[in-house]
Structure formats: C-alpha cells, structure tokens
C-alpha cells in the first residue's frame, strides 16, 4: 500500500538553526500539506502546496517557514531560524484531489526538539 | 469558541462495551467531516468519513447533525486494540486545511 514517508524520524537542534525537514508523498498525488503538533496539542494545519504554489497558509507558518518541492518526488518544510517553541512533531499529508471527502495520507511524522 | 470541540476524556471502558463521542464544531460553513484516530505518538489515521444521512463501518457509527453542529462515533464491542485518541476533523468550504479537534482518550481494558 502506498505511504508517505518522511525523514528524519527525529531530529535535534539548537536554538536559531535551521532544519529542514523532508517528505515523499504518495506518487500519484498533488496536494501536499504540513501539519504540527506540539506536545499533548492538538494537530494544527500549517500549509498547503499545489502546482508548485502555496494554496494556503496558516498564521503559524510565518517568514521562518517556506516550502518545496525541489524535484519530482520531495515535498520539504524548512524552518530557518528556530525557536524553542518549535519543538513539535511535524507530519507531512498528502491527497490526490482536494477538499471533499478526499482523504489526506499522513507520514509517520518528524519530532524536532530545540534546545 | 474553538472551531472543533471534543471531551478530551479519558473514558475508561471495559471490553464489549459501547462507547460514544461526541463533537461540535463553530463553523457553519465546514464541508466535510470526519473521525481520526492517533495511538500515542503516531500520526492520525483516517478512521471514517462522516456523511450527513449517518454511516456505518463494523462496530463504528457516526453521525452528523448540521442543524446543532455536532457530529458523534460510537463504537460497539469495544476491542483492546481500540485504546487510541479519536480525533473529530472538519474540512471548511473553499480550503484544504483539516481543522482537528483535540481529541478524545479511549482505553479499554480486559
């Protein structure tokens, strides 16, 4: 069965660095979103990618955030100058249409942890 | 007000009970529904879509009413492998974003 995958499962950094994160959606998918999920919180939306163009955003997902999709198969969230309040996991979706009943597949998730 | 609201529980059953969750969610608009479930530290799963006339999968029922902005699970003859954290999610007209409720702690003991 297809799944979106993602690396690395965890990662730590110091305060102020940048990380970026990775994820391989489902193949023949072409939405693709990052959500969050701090510690005992619940799952936040950060942003949406479609046609190689954020769709939409939240307002956490601000100037320290971006996204790519660099070739045909990664879809990236890089933060670049983290926060302590950073620490979260961070799951990657994707879907082959949008909205409805179309289900998003989530990754197993990338748990950050600023020091 | 929070855009999805759920008892965050936990509701501690025992095998072969029935349970039911409930959720209300703010926005009139929301389009699409749904039950997730996340077992500790993993990411959610969709569990079922939830239609307006209600839908069965198994020992799981949901049901809608758009009228009260509530949407319900029940599960019957609860499982062990059951223990989990439901999550109610809604889809808003015209976005892509999943609005996630923060969940509802399940443990079902032998």
């Known amino acids: 069965e297809p799944e979106v995958t993602q690396t690395p499962s965890h990662q730590v950094t110091q305060m102020g660095q940048e990380v970026i994160l990775r994820c391989v959606p489902i193949s023949n998918h072409l939405y693709f979103y990052w959500y969050r999920q701090i510690l005992g919180q619940k799952v936040e939306f950060l942003v949406s990618?479609?046609?190689?163009?954020?769709?939409?955003k939240s307002e956490i997902f601000d100037d320290q955030f971006s996204v790519e999709r660099p070739d045909g198969s990664n879809f990236t969230l890089k933060i670049r100058s983290t926060k302590l309040e950073d620490s979260a996991m961070y799951f990657c979706?994707?879907?082959?249409?949008?909205?409805?009943?179309?289900?998003?597949?989530f990754g197993p998730g990338t748990r950050l942890t600023v020091l | 007000r929070k855009e999805v609201e759920q008892d965050p529980g936990p509701f501690n059953v025992p095998e072969g009970a029935t349970v039911a969750f409930n959720c209300t969610y703010s926005?009139?608009?929301?389009?699409?529904f749904f039950w997730y479930r996340q077992d500790c530290r993993k990411e959610p799963k969709l569990l079922m879509s939830?239609?307006?006339s209600g839908n069965e999968d198994g020992r799981f029922t949901a049901q809608l009413n758009r009228a009260s902005q509530y949407i319900s699970l029940l599960i019957r003859d609860s499982k062990l492998s059951d223990s989990a954290t439901y999550l109610c999610v809604v889809l808003n007209t015209g976005f892509q974003k999943l609005v996630f409720g923060t969940g509802t702690r399940l443990l079902v003991s032998p």
């Open positions: 939830v239609y307006s």
């Open positions: 990618f479609y046609n190689n163009e954020i769709s939409e």
């Open positions: 926005n009139s608009a929301s389009q699409s």
């Open positions: 979706a994707s879907s082959g249409k949008a909205g409805g009943l179309n289900e998003q597949f």
